[in-house]
């Protein structure tokens, strides 16, 4: 028996595991870590199948090449060489931007997808950059950016301190928090409440969160924006604001809320006019308070008009970058993320649908188009990283379409699936266990400052290569250094690059110091692990690998800290509170409500076992809510006579699903879990309950359109019977 510890990496988290393996390396238990100092010993019950999800027979373990319909095992060299020859060809007779590169959310939670992500796209010298950020989080990025300069300034609730949490379309008691790290959140809560705090959720749906809550106010999908211009409207109105940074375009805010009065929000939302009158003087009364959106205020129509006005509100009240309100973390890396320039957006556009870039990416929503449009620039091959594009992308059946054309197309994940079954060769990465573990992107947005390090538990087979190798060799042969270039080359490079900088710049602890003195003192048992090192030297706290080897459960680095002066680099050195980026997309937002007969709104929920499209193989996951249903509110259906399946159709595709009739969900809207449709892969668990595709519903051609983020809430539909009464044996 031997007892390891490592970071969950199953959601963001980021809690502890203690894991238990007997004499033949099986796991036997996982609990949760007791001396982690941010998770404290929680667990739930993904983490506690994590060894069942690593162990899963039905992973690859080596490369895949597929020849027509049969696909065969390869070694690494053949795979790579493969993939050299694929990519090559194309490059050279249609340019680089015939090549584009999409990176899953996978990728946001292994150390390789953030070591590797800049190194690839820039080798590969492409427009065609895509992420699962566009069918996610772009609104927020392009909110924080518009607002305070840095895309990457995502406050988070500050929940252990705060008095008052209002959450817009989340669901963190299920989905365990997004963008915002807050392990074992069932007890922040309970704390909250114990120390007389309020907690209030607006959502379509009463979830286990909205039941926790003290109130829950049911809102109609896709108007948050009128019920939060209700409240700025109010805090200016009633004067409860008490802004405590120095802020620009407050005229221009007083400007729009003034025609938004909750009056005119109810009309959209459904909830009553003196409820938003109501929060607004509870946010403005209580000694701090934290307003929070995630899903539900993102991937909607106007999604970063949402995330705007939670900060707006934030702002108001007095409650940004102070204890109790929303604010940033500190990693203990350099934050190399952070550019330090103000944020821009449209520094090129798609070519088909002349689409603004957005953080250096354009929308997932387009890339079938740039796929299937003849021309020059045409996509002609593809670079998938962790990502099930056919289950997670709007109108994702059409790009699995459009993916069978590419010339080529290489996956790096464990599964064969529903989009990887169209690539040309699948890189699998090892097991968890063996894979080292760092949250470079997470720890932005943990509600205390935290470190952990976990390193691998199991070693490499020897037909085996590390997901760092795999990208490293990926940005070799993007780089024109062929297949067979030492992949640590791609990491001496960044740590040289990091190290010029640092000794250069002034104030840096390392200015004036020698690039190669401080190249020896890293430590490291592989070079991500080096580059690791160097970014924690040349980090706020001074901390190094070494150290934070020798504190296996993590180190706690203190409370949230006020640090908007540090991350602010707007062009006025104010918060903007009036972006016209952002502001200009009010033109959009209508002004009369839009219902049309018949019609209801779908929504998604997420299920607490499941994690997006690729935890449904794991059979102690499975049953229970973790179901692929469609919840229709009792009464819609009797108004649909549904019984127990219905047809849902939306201007894009039909479905026949599997109806529950529950009133989680408030009339007028139905909701249906994404992820699922799971059909020729080898996942053999996931196919006995193969569950139907939610983006075969929705819609890639709407968008928000300052992100470019897709639309998965809100989607209008129709709903009946199933089969139809016409077709019955009754008639
Ligand atoms: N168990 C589990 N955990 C997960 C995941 C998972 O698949 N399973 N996925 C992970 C990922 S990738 C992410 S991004 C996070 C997401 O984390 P959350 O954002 O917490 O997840 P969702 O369940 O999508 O929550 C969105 C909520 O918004 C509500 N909603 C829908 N439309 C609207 C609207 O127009 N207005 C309002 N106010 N509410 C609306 C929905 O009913 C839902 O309750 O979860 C992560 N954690
Ligand atoms: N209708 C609807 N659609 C949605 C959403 C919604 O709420 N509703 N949510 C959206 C959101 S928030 C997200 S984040 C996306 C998620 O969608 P994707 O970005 O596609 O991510 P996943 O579905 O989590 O899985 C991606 C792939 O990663 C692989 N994988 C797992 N672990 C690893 C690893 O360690 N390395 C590698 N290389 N691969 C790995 C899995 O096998 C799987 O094929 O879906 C989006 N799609
Ligand atoms: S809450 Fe998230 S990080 Fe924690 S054990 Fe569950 S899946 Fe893992
Ligand atoms: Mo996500």
Redesign the pocket.
């Known amino acids: 028996m031997t007892t390891a510890h490592r970071t969950?990496p199953?959601?963001?988290?980021?809690?502890g595991?203690t894991i238990s393996l007997d004499a033949d390396n099986r796991v036997t238990s996982v609990r949760g870590d007791q001396d982690d100092p941010f998770?404290n010993g929680?667990?739930?019950p993904?983490?506690a199948s994590f060894g069942n999800v690593d162990e899963d027979p039905d992973r690859l373990r080596v490369p895949m090449i597929r020849t027509g319909d049969q696909w065969a095992e390869a070694t690494w060299d053949e795979a790579f060489a493969a993939v050299e020859r694929g990519l090559t060809r194309i490059t050279e007779e249609h340019g680089k931007n015939a090549v584009a590169v999409y990176f899953g959310n996978p990728t946001y939670h292994t150390m390789a997808g953030f070591l590797y992500r800049m190194p690839l796209i820039q080798s590969l010298g492409t427009t065609n950059v895509y992420s699962s950020g566009t069918i996610d989080h772009m609104p927020k990025h392009v909110a924080a950016g518009s607002m305070f300069g840095d895309p990457f300034a995502l406050a988070v609730p500050d929940v252990d301190r705060t008095d008052y949490l209002l959450i817009i379309g989340a669901n963190p008691l299920e989905t365990?928090g997004s963008l915002w790290a807050a392990?074992d959140l069932p007890s922040r809560l309970r704390a909250l409440r114990r120390r007389g705090g309020t907690m209030v959720v607006i959502d379509p749906r009463r979830t286990r969160t909205a039941e926790f809550a003290d109130r829950h106010l049911p809102v109609r999908p896709g108007t948050d924006p009128y019920l939060l211009l209700g409240i700025v409207h109010t805090l200016l109105a009633e004067d409860l604001t008490g802004i405590a940074v120095d802020v620009n375009g407050l005229d221009e805010l007083r400007a729009i809320a003034q025609e938004f009065p909750p009056e005119f929000a109810q009309r959209f939302c459904g909830v009553p006019a003196a409820d938003i009158v109501r929060l607004a003087r509870e946010l403005a009364a209580a000694p701090t308070a934290a307003v929070y959106s995630r899903m539900g205020g993102s991937t909607v129509e106007f999604g970063t008009l949402t995330q705007w006005l939670v900060d707006v509100v934030n702002v108001l009240t007095g409650n940004l970058d102070s204890a109790g309100g929303v604010m940033f973390a500190k990693p203990a890396i350099l934050e190399v993320f952070r550019s330090g320039q103000p944020f821009s957006t449209g520094n090129w556009r798609s070519r088909v649908r002349d689409l603004p870039e957005v953080l250096g990416e354009l929308p997932a929503a387009t890339l079938a188009d740039e796929i299937e449009t003849p021309g020059a620039g045409k996509v002609r091959a593809l670079i998938s990283i962790a990502s099930n594009q056919v289950l997670s992308t709007p109108n994702g059946p059409r790009l699995g379409q459009a993916l069978r054309e590419l010339d080529f197309m290489v996956c790096v994940d464990p599964y064969l699936n529903e989009t990887t079954k169209y690539a040309h060769v699948i890189l699998p990465p090892p097991r968890m266990m063996q894979t080292a573990h760092y949250d470079f992107l997470l720890s932005m947005v943990t509600v205390r400052n935290y470190a952990r390090f976990s390193p691998p538990i199991l070693p490499l087979e020897p037909d085996q290569r590390t997901e760092a190798e795999i990208l490293a060799r990926l940005t070799l042969i993007a780089a024109g250094a062929g297949a067979a270039a030492d992949p640590s080359g791609v990491d001496e490079m960044f740590i040289g690059q990091l190290f010029e900088g640092a000794t250069q710049m002034p104030g840096s602890p390392f200015e004036g110091r020698d690039v190669a003195e401080l190249r020896a003192e890293l430590e490291g048992d592989s070079s991500p692990e080096l580059v690791l090192d160097a970014l924690l030297r040349l980090g706020a706290y001074g901390l190094s690998l070494p150290q934070l080897k020798a504190k296996p459960h993590g180190i706690d680095l203190g409370p949230l800290e006020p640090r908007l002066k540090e991350l602010l680099c707007t062009p006025s050195g104010l918060v903007e509170l009036a972006p016209p980026g952002v502001t200009g997309d009010l033109a959009r937002l209508p002004r009369e409500p839009a219902a049309k007969d018949g019609e209801v709104l779908l929504i998604g929920r997420r299920q607490l076992r499941s994690s997006n499209s690729w935890l449904h193989n794991v059979p102690s996951l499975k049953g229970g809510s973790n179901r692929c249903t469609l919840h229709v509110n009792p009464a819609d259906a009797a108004r649909h006579g549904l019984g127990e399946r219905a047809v849902v159709r939306s201007a894009k595709g039909e479905l026949v699903v599997d109806v529950e009739q529950t009133d989680v969900v408030m009339p007028g809207v139905v909701s249906l879990p994404h992820g699922w449709g799971h059909e020729g892969g080898s996942q053999r668990v996931a196919a006995e309950e193969p569950g139907v595709n939610a983006n075969a519903l929705t819609d890639e051609l709407v968008l928000d359109v300052p992100s470019g983020n897709a639309v998965f809430n809100g989607v209008p539909v129709t709903i009946s019977p199933y089969p139809t009464p016409a077709l019955s044996p009754k008639g």
Do not use: A, E, T
């Open positions: 969950c199953l959601c963001q988290s980021v809690c595991l998770s929680y667990i739930c993904k983490g365990h392990p």
